[in-house]
């Protein structure tokens, strides 16, 4: 009997995201820590291992969390972590996730408030690396410092891991993912932002009518397949004109019809300021999700 492969929800997301996981506090020290807001591309994430920590944010709102926890907050977030019993010190390390590539703004989007994740009944792999860091934080060895950032790394992918498997909102990109029909026609975009998507094509990728699949789709991600699709599109095709690579190859790699099709958007995009436009690059007409003629390579 042949199996049905199993959808790989995050994958095409990572590459989209290109994460950099560094630690940067291998142990808050007793007194705790305190961040300003800044205008980074990155997520600050804290592994209560041990103890007791108090997270206070810049609106003077605060939460006590008990281990074992993960704390993210984004960089434009301000707030303090500190460590509650100084007669029993938590044992917290520190990292910041840095997200360089092109679909950084919609995932960050996803972390407007600061998320704090109960490791207690987690997916195996956060608890492996828990214990992994826990071992390392209690009788540090050599190498420590490599070793970290990699089990930085597998920190974040079992971060994802876990927020798509109990999403904490009800709706948005991880009760997307969560979904199993919606997750179809995301990881399809994830995968190929530059296809002649129609809303009947990726109604089909979901399992899905195009009517039910474009009423389920917006109950579940507070938008459009259209309206997220070209804002996929943009923060795709603005990276790669970033990066000097020239419009062609941008409208080519992200779905527009033409260089100048691509021109014109990121033109509105300028002229409406820092926050993207969710409409630019598609067009929905009668629940057709239109990206413009097919390219010729």
């Keep these: 009997m042949i199996s049905t492969p199993r959808l790989d929800r995050l994958s095409a997301l990572l590459e989209g995201l290109a994460p950099r996981v560094e630690?940067?506090?291998?142990?808050?020290?007793?007194?705790?820590?305190?961040?300003?807001?800044?205008?980074?591309?990155?997520?600050?994430?804290?592994?209560?291992v041990t103890g007791f920590v108090r997270l206070r944010l810049s609106d003077a709102t605060a939460m006590g969390i008990g281990a074992p926890a993960i704390v993210v907050c984004r960089a434009d977030v301000g707030h303090s972590l500190r460590i509650?019993?100084?007669?029993?010190?938590?044992?917290?390390m520190g990292a910041k996730a840095f997200m360089d590539g092109p679909v950084a703004a919609l995932f960050l989007?996803?972390?407007?408030?600061?998320?704090?994740?109960?490791?207690?009944?987690?997916?195996?792999?956060?608890?492996?690396?828990?214990?992994?860091?826990?071992?390392?934080?209690?009788?540090?060895?050599?190498?420590?410092?490599?070793l970290f950032?990699?089990?930085?790394d597998i920190l974040f992918i079992g971060l994802l891991r876990q927020l798509v498997a109990?999403?904490?909102t009800?709706?948005?990109?991880?009760?997307?993912?969560?979904?199993?029909?919606?997750?179809?026609?995301?990881?399809?975009?994830?995968?190929?932002?530059?296809r002649d998507w129609t809303l009947?094509?990726?109604?089909?990728?979901?399992?899905?009518?195009?009517?039910?699949?474009?009423?389920?789709?917006?109950?579940?991600?507070?938008?459009?397949?259209?309206?997220?699709?070209?804002?996929?599109?943009?923060?795709?095709?603005?990276?790669?004109?970033?990066?000097?690579?020239?419009?062609?190859r941008a409208a080519r790699e992200s779905g527009y019809a033409s260089p100048a099709a691509l021109s014109r958007a990121l033109s509105r995009a300028a002229q409406q300021g820092a926050s993207l436009p969710e409409t630019q690059g598609v067009e929905e007409v009668d629940g057709v999700v239109a990206a413009g003629p097919p390219h010729h390579r």
Excluded: W
């Design 23 to 48: 630690v940067v506090d291998p142990a808050i020290q007793a007194g705790g820590i305190r961040i300003e807001a800044s205008s980074g591309s990155f997520l600050h994430i804290y592994l209560v």
């Design 109 to 146: 989007g996803e972390f407007a408030a600061p998320l704090v994740v109960s490791l207690d009944a987690a997916d195996s792999l956060l608890g492996h690396v828990v214990g992994l860091i826990s071992s390392e934080l209690l009788d540090p060895r050599c190498g420590q410092p490599a």
């Design 149 to 152: 950032n990699r089990a930085g």
């Design 200 to 248: 009947e094509r990726l109604a089909d990728e979901a399992g899905m009518s195009r009517t039910s699949f474009a009423v389920r789709f917006r109950d579940v991600m507070r938008t459009s397949p259209g309206k997220y699709l070209g804002r996929l599109r943009l923060l795709i095709a603005r990276r790669v004109v970033e990066s000097g690579l020239g419009l062609k």
């Design 166 to 168: 109990h999403p904490r």
């Design 84 to 92: 509650e019993d100084s007669m029993a010190p938590a044992s917290v």
């Design 170 to 194: 009800q709706d948005g990109l991880f009760n997307g993912l969560a979904d199993p029909r919606i997750a179809r026609a995301l990881v399809a975009m994830h995968t190929s932002p530059q």
